[in-house]
């Protein structure tokens, strides 16, 4: 049973646009919502993360927006740079930090020059 | 290590093979995670050691799968009689703690061939 789905699969946005990836996940014991950026070769490194307290977060150029009542979050990228292309998966788990954590299947974004 | 280290970087094995995957975390790190991440996916949970003991095994998907810390710090993910769905990335992540969030090394890919 997939418990996180990611939208879109992948994201063409030209740079300095704002790239926003989409998650929504069904298990409501769920209170710890990640998201991570990968680039090829790599694992997967933490970008920011939130909690259902909040509505919004903001860490320098990356904000999660969180609707818990629709149990979706997503994630937007400010001022998108060549250098922001990767894979960006959100994730999901119950417990902050280290805790086993189920991730949704991945957007690629492509930002072009 | 300044990072979680995985080693080999690259595995090819031919079907029925055994492999030994090994990841040395960052040291002092209690927390220990193994994930599976097929080509164009997500990362999965596969298991989680804190300190020498294996906590939750829950996603390693067949017995043939077997991972040990037997002192609480090096790990060592064992796949026996290898299968060709058996091919992917196999990431392993460590955390201080179970409050903090976690760094994922670069991981092994696995080709059964």
């Known amino acids: 049973q997939q418990q996180v789905k990611q939208s879109p699969q992948s994201l063409i946005v030209q740079k300095g646009g704002i790239p926003i990836i989409n998650c929504a996940y069904e298990n409501t014991a769920f209170d710890y919502f990640p998201w991570y950026q990968q680039f090829p070769g790599k694992g997967p490194a933490l970008l920011i993360a939130i909690r259902p307290d909040v509505s919004e977060k903001k860490e320098g150029r990356f904000t999660i927006s969180f609707n818990k009542s629709a149990k979706q979050f997503s994630l937007h990228i400010m001022d998108s740079q060549p250098g922001d292309s990767a894979t960006y998966f959100c994730?999901?788990?119950?417990?902050?930090?280290?805790?086993?954590?189920?991730f949704g299947q991945g957007t690629r974004l492509t930002i072009n020059p | 290590g300044a990072g979680v280290s995985q080693s080999p970087r690259y595995k090819v094995a031919k079907r029925g093979q055994d492999v030994a995957l090994r990841c040395d975390p960052i040291s002092g790190h209690v927390s220990l995670f193994w994930y599976q991440q097929a080509l164009g996916q997500g990362p999965e949970f596969l298991t989680y050691?804190?300190?020498?003991?294996?906590?939750?095994k829950s996603g390693l998907p067949s017995d043939r799968f077997f991972a040990e810390r037997p002192e609480g710090s090096v790990s060592t993910l064992k796949i026996q009689r290898t299968q060709q769905e058996d091919s992917a990335v196999y990431l392993c992540?460590?955390?201080?703690?179970?409050?903090?969030?976690?760094?994922f090394g670069s991981g092994t890919r696995l080709t059964v061939v």
């Open positions: 992540a460590s955390s201080q703690s179970v409050n903090y969030g976690y760094t």
């Open positions: 994730a999901a788990s119950m417990g902050r930090g280290a805790q086993k954590l189920v």
């Open positions: 050691f804190q300190n020498e003991a294996q906590l939750d």
